[in-house]
């Protein structure tokens, strides 16, 4: 198949929610760690490129989502899909504003932006232009205290009316209703007006297809959203044959936690084989040390080995008062990633799941590894994908957001022919 959509997504775990999803409607996906080469070329219907861009500076955002595009368009994608939180996690520096005009830029003169996070299946739904989070306004959800993107304000077109200098509207539920013909006459209607963002109700599936065939055959159109929209494009355009994807590799297995998010919390309360708890104390200390400690314990671990820095909130937040939140963050992001990346290479860990966003990040970079294929989907916006390290070592990796995962992930997630769990995450997923 040829490549139809191409995705630029501002994290990693939110690359691979995108590609489990999309795998899942039928569209073989492929994520790319960071912006590809020119030239590189693919045979996935579907190129989502991972970025760390959600809280970059803004200029970093913006160069690397436009260099991404164009990759994206040389190589043949004739969509474009700005990826962010279903959360919309931004500030009014950006960066989801500034990187749509920059993209709309890049794409012509006469493009709009169109899109939408809700994500229905996942509690996310957009009515009169505010976003929901299950029934609260996402002003009244846990994502209004966000250490970083904290998310006051439900009305999102006054929310990306302060990050971009053009005029943003809505295409209201009513509308969405009444169908692909009548999105897009609004789209039309709101452009000769001048607006050049344009933010869509939904509030289920439905919604998200009319939108989806609407947009279809626009091409001054850039797409914008989270998972939701994504896959409805997916469903679109799926039913090519999927790749064949190999098994898992052989080799021994090793579960790494640097999220404090509160389905974590509980997949490690539920993880029944050894646990290694990385303490920052020690680390501060000298995180060499602790690094061998731990490899020494997954060398002699039988059954999965986890090992986790995941603790309470109120225990995240003594730690940073005592050493800094980057600091922190920082500690434990080195030592998790070493380890991982020292398991592969000296005690033959060929699956290795990872639990945190930015705790992925790191352990793909340590890992070198640039491209992801998604081999099997093991719970909405989770999947284990097939790649190959920096020595060409054929790896399964699962990077999975905070609250990502059914409580008994750490349990099921190796068994192959597990049922696909069907609980969403309620809250603060991409
Ligand atoms: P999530 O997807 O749940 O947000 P992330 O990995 O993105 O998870 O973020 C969690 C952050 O918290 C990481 O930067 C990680 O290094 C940091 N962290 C994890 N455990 C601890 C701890 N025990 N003390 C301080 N910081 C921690």
Request: hydrophobic content about 45%; glycine content about 10%; aromatic content about 4%.
């Amino acid at each position: 198949m040829t490549l139809e959509l191409g995705v630029i997504a501002d994290d990693i775990t939110g690359a691979c929610d995108v590609a489990a999803g999309v795998s899942a409607a039928g569209l073989d996906a492929e994520v790319r760690i960071g912006v590809p080469s020119a030239g590189s070329r693919t045979d996935a219907a579907c190129v989502i490129v991972a970025l760390k861009s959600r809280t970059a500076p803004v200029d970093q955002a913006v160069r690397e989502s436009v260099a991404a595009a164009r990759v994206l368009r040389d190589g043949g994608a004739r969509l474009i899909y700005q990826k962010y939180c279903s959360t919309f996690d931004s500030t009014d520096a950006g960066n989801i504003g500034p990187v749509a005009d920059a993209l709309l830029a890049e794409l012509s003169a006469d493009a709009v932006s169109v899109g939408t996070p809700a994500t229905p299946a996942a509690g996310r739904t957009m009515h009169r232009g505010h976003l929901f989070v299950g029934d609260r306004l996402l002003s009244e959800s846990s994502l209004a205290q966000h250490p970083l993107t904290p998310m006051t304000d439900p009305d999102l077109v006054r929310v990306l009316g302060r990050q971009t200098p053009h005029r943003v509207g809505s295409v209201p539920i009513d509308t969405v209703h009444d169908g692909a013909g009548a999105i897009g006459a609004r789209i039309d209607e709101l452009r000769a007006d001048g607006v050049r963002h344009v933010l869509l109700d939904a509030v289920d599936d439905s919604d998200l297809d009319a939108a989806a065939e609407a947009l279809a055959a626009s091409d001054a159109v850039l797409l914008g959203g989270a998972a939701g929209l994504a896959v409805a494009f997916a469903r679109r355009l799926g039913g090519g044959s999927p790749l064949a994807v190999p098994g898992p590799p052989e080799g021994r297995t090793l579960i790494v936690s640097g999220s404090a998010s509160e389905r974590t919390r509980s997949q490690v309360a539920a993880h029944t084989g050894p646990l290694f708890a990385l303490d920052v104390e020690a680390l501060a200390a000298g995180t060499d040390a602790v690094v061998e400690q731990a490899l020494e314990f997954v060398r002699a671990a039988s059954g999965v080995p986890l090992v986790s820095a995941t603790v309470d909130p109120a225990e995240v937040r003594r730690v940073q008062e005592r050493w800094g939140v980057e600091r922190s963050a920082a500690l434990v992001e080195d030592a998790l990633s070493r380890i991982a990346a020292l398991a592969v290479e000296r005690l033959g860990v060929r699956r290795i799941l990872v639990a945190g966003g930015e705790t992925s990040g790191a352990v793909a970079a340590a890992l070198g590894v640039s491209t992801l294929r998604v081999r099997r989907v093991v719970a909405p916006g989770v999947a284990w994908t097939t790649a190959t390290d920096a020595a060409g070592r054929e790896l399964d990796l699962c990077f999975k957001s905070g609250n990502f995962g059914g409580e008994r992930l750490f349990v099921d997630a190796w068994t192959e022919d597990a049922r696909t769990e069907d609980a969403w995450p309620e809250e603060e997923m991409s």
